[in-house]
């Protein structure tokens, strides 16, 4: 391989022991284990372990993804597995926003993507990515399944979401890579997804499959642009996603040769490790209705890894049909195996350390970590309104009331009072009757601020974009919207949208704006894209004053709030747009000549 014109992720920068180590353990395996050698298996729990164990033993497969469960639980997994495996393992996990996301009980879970692209100082997610790789290695992880490189441009989407960086390619790209270095630098692997692009979906992958209906021109201008940039910095793994794209394939894009040798491949030059998204999905396994054979058809395409499979003898056994067609070599296997057992010498994996279960939970929550989050979060608050500069109070902003909707916060009162300022604290359920809102609203118009934060909200949608039309349906106090959000909830800024002295915080996903109608009459809107409790401290630091609103929206609502908006600066009376040619990221070269 000549590494002088292409880009080639950090294991390749092999020594000869390496090489040397890498040659004996493959030439050591049968046909069977080499195919093997290629299987990730799913471990959801201890209950998991003799499954796992059999799969290892039985058929020396390549490695195990962690599902859920507890942090000791899976440190003796990986000790026990350690001492039966033949050929070391590979340990891997979904860790999008850190060992939270699969580990909630013993893992920290530090800002969702949607957050992170909503801050200026991308070297924060790099320290952030850098403080989760040390955590993943203390549970014996070193493949990480992130960044998420979908351009979340479809406020439908399912699956995505929350998840993705944003809607800008640039803005996405640059955040990737920080991203993805802030593992490698660390001897993590970063698994880039879901490529040839997840964002623009309404289908949820893990239930059926998303059709992404356009051009080679737009896929080549947006969808792959992220892609391709975190190719050309070295990103060791790229996830293939279970799509329908028809421009290009019929078949689905994770089993589509077209697709992942000949776009992801020759085009864009990728020649790292070439994940499956589960094979077990629905998306695919409604297309065969035997197991195994899209394990093959997945190898066929180029994919390297089939990840989250676990009918390993059928698999094999369709494996060696495609061989003996000759739609597959043993040469292809050869190759799909060095990568994997370079990249398994690259993280370490051959020492087969012993993970000690001692200071386990001081080691996972350290102090820095608090730190980073808070300052993530600080820089991720986005101001979307300040009419006639109500922003930011003081103590001679007179009586001020802090409504709290759907949850009870109490810190935010705490905050203003330790400043001198005159507040009262109310709270009034996202089920209240018409009646008691009205009620409650009244109660309100005493006072000279009121500040309402919206809390109770869910991070996906859970029902359709608009569940009920209020002209169609009589509304009810249980009526359920998007996100949580209630008819109750609703009515309340029916009534106070019109008010001149309400500033608004929405404690949730940026798409929970679109159901409010008249939102943007607020004179102070602020965003915060989830709701923890640094968020809700650095929406209290916003609102006082102590620190200058930063945050830039990710994606765009609707039409009134685009993708780029974001008051910088209380001196300014007009929130301010991000100009892209200022970001200085080079253009993506072309994958097709042609124009559709």
């Known amino acids: 391989m000549n590494a002088q014109h292409k880009v080639y992720p950090k294991y390749f920068d092999a020594s000869k022991e390496d090489l040397v180590w890498v040659d004996s353990v493959w030439n050591s395996l049968s046909d069977n284990e080499k195919i093997a050698q290629l299987f990730v298996v799913p471990f959801y729990s201890p209950k998991s372990y003799n499954e796992v164990s059999m799969l290892v033993r039985k058929y020396n497969v390549g490695g195990v993804i962690f599902f859920k469960g507890r942090a000791e639980d899976q440190v003796n997994a990986i000790n026990r597995l350690n001492g039966i495996a033949k050929t070391p393992l590979i340990y891997t996990l979904d860790a999008e926003w850190g060992l939270g996301m699969r580990l909630p009980k013993d893992g920290i879970s530090y800002p969702y993507a949607m957050t992170l692209g909503a801050i200026e100082n991308d070297e924060l997610i790099y320290r952030m990515t850098e403080q989760i790789s040390t955590q993943l290695k203390r549970v ?150 035997g197991y195994g054979k899209a394990d093959a058809q997945a190898l066929v395409a180029g994919n390297d890894v089939i990840e989250f499979t676990n009918h390993i003898d059928k698999a094999i056994k369709e494996v060696k049909i495609q061989i003996n067609k000759g739609n597959l070599t043993w040469h292809q296997i050869d190759e799909k195996g060095y990568r994997m057992l370079l990249m398994k010498r690259w993280v370490g994996a051959h020492k087969q350390e012993m993970l000690s279960i001692s200071h386990l939970n ?148 940026a798409y929970t704006l679109r159901t409010f109608k008249g939102i943007e009459n607020s004179s102070g809107l602020l965003l915060t894209y989830q709701n923890n409790q640094a968020l809700r401290k650095a929406v209290s630091k916003v609102i006082l004053g102590e620190i200058q609103p930063k945050g830039t929206l990710p994606v765009t609502i609707d039409k009134r709030f685009k993708e780029g908006l974001g008051l910088k600066s209380f001196d300014d009376h007009h929130v301010k747009r991000v100009n892209s040619e200022e970001l200085n990221v080079q253009e993506v070269p072309k994958i097709n000549k042609q124009n559709d």
């Open 362 to 509: 001081e080691d996972l929550h350290p102090l820095e970590a608090n730190q980073l989050i808070q300052e993530i979060s600080d820089e991720a608050v986005t101001v979307l309104e300040n009419k006639k500069q109500i922003l930011p109070l003081s103590v001679n902003s007179g009586k001020i009331a802090i409504v709290n909707i759907g949850a009870n916060y109490k810190e935010m009162s705490k905050d203003f009072r330790s400043k001198g300022l005159d507040v009262s604290n109310f709270f009034l359920s996202k089920y209240a009757t018409e009646s008691e809102v009205v009620q409650f609203t009244k109660t309100l118009q005493k006072y000279d601020v009121i500040v309402t934060q919206v809390g109770g909200l869910y991070m996906s949608q859970k029902v359709k974009d608009i569940a009920v039309e209020l002209t169609n349906h009589k509304p009810t106090a249980t009526m359920k919207f998007p996100y949580g959000i209630t008819y109750s909830t609703l009515k309340y800024f029916d009534i106070t949208n019109k008010w001149q002295n309400q500033i608004v915080v929405f404690l949730g996903n």
């Open 140 to 289: 014996g992880v070193k493949v990480s399944y992130g960044p998420v490189a979908d351009l979340n441009n479809n406020p439908l989407n399912p699956v995505i979401n929350y998840r993705s960086f944003g809607e800008n390619k640039e803005r996405v790209a640059k955040k990737s890579i920080q991203y993805m270095r802030g593992l490698q630098d660390n001897n993590v692997v970063a698994v880039a997804k879901h490529f040839p692009g997840h964002g623009d979906t309404n289908i949820d992958s893990h239930k059926d499959l998303p059709i992404i209906p356009h051009s080679v021109k737009r896929l080549d201008s947006l969808e792959l642009y992220p892609f391709s940039k975190l190719i050309e910095a070295g990103v060791g793994g790229v996830m293939s996603a279970h799509l329908q794209v028809p421009v290009w394939d019929d078949k689905t894009s994770s089993l589509s040769h077209k697709i992942i040798q000949e776009v992801l491949r020759d085009s864009l030059g990728f020649n790292g490790l070439i994940f499956t998204d589960g094979i077990l999905m629905d998306a695919v396994t409604k297309q065969y209705k």
